[in-house]
């Protein structure tokens, strides 16, 4: 056989071979997106049912341990369902889940859903555990956007920084402003999304804070939770990077 019979043997090969190469990308992107959107529902369901069970728990005097977190997380399937809620929240994040994994963003679902259980737990409880926070930070510093090395310092200016601007601010007005769990919470998305991207989430959520404030009773001055505008914050810039960005 002459070389150029072996090229065009093998050139046709390779042409036969591309359409089912492409075939299996795109089952394979069909079944993380499915996945996602399965894993999003799942969680979805559940939120709003943990985070009341966490609260109550908290009410009734346990401490605000990891212990206490997930002993609320085994208890919460068996509470009262609220379909309109807890349906509209499956929804809500399969979807939001599906979108990520359809565009690429596979790796950024599980930060997703752990920012959803954060902000239902903060509404709730007015608290970010460090049980959900610490290993959030942990894990982005594995799996987040960056190498490891850029992912841990991204974290610590983030922490250090927030939390220099959080004493501050409590020295001089007497009251704090800024809850250490959003520092940590903060801090984990800068290891996962890096520093400009964690930035830009917070000033997004400040402004997502202001205007839900500006509704209640007592307005902006009266303290409220923010892990759900952060979280709010983090989503939008995950789905719709560009048009966050432009804002910034």
Do not use: H
Request: hydrophobic letters at 60%; aromatic letters at 10%; proline letters at 5%.
């Amino acid at each position: 056989m002459g070389w150029g019979t072996m090229a065009g043997w093998a050139g046709g090969l390779f042409q036969e071979l591309a359409p089912q190469a492409a075939v299996t990308r795109g089952a394979v992107a069909w079944g993380a997106s499915g996945l996602a959107v399965a894993a999003g529902m799942c969680v979805g369901a559940l939120l709003g049912r943990w985070a009341q069970a966490y609260a109550d728990r908290l009410d009734a005097g346990e401490p605000a341990t990891a212990r206490t977190l997930w002993a609320a997380a085994v208890a919460a399937p068996s509470r009262a369902w609220r379909p309109v809620r807890d349906v509209a929240m499956a929804l809500l994040l399969g979807l939001a889940a599906g979108l990520l994994a359809a565009g690429g963003g596979f790796g950024l679902v599980p930060l997703v859903l752990v920012l959803a259980a954060l902000a239902w737990i903060d509404a709730r409880s007015g608290l970010l555990p460090d049980a959900l926070t610490l290993p959030l930070m942990a894990a982005g510093w594995l799996l987040g956007a960056r190498d490891p090395g850029a992912a841990v310092g991204a974290s610590a200016l983030a922490w250090s920084g927030l939390a220099g601007m959080a004493w501050l601010y409590r020295r001089v007005r007497g009251r704090d402003g800024f809850g250490g769990g959003d520092v940590k919470c903060l801090a984990a998305l800068a290891g996962w999304l890096g520093l400009e991207a964690a930035a830009g989430i917070l000033w997004l959520a400040c402004v997502l804070g202001l205007a839900g404030s500006l509704g209640r009773r007592g307005g902006w001055r009266r303290p409220y939770p923010f892990g759900p505008c952060i979280s709010l914050a983090a989503g939008a810039w995950m789905l719709a990077p560009l048009a966050v960005q432009s804002w910034f």
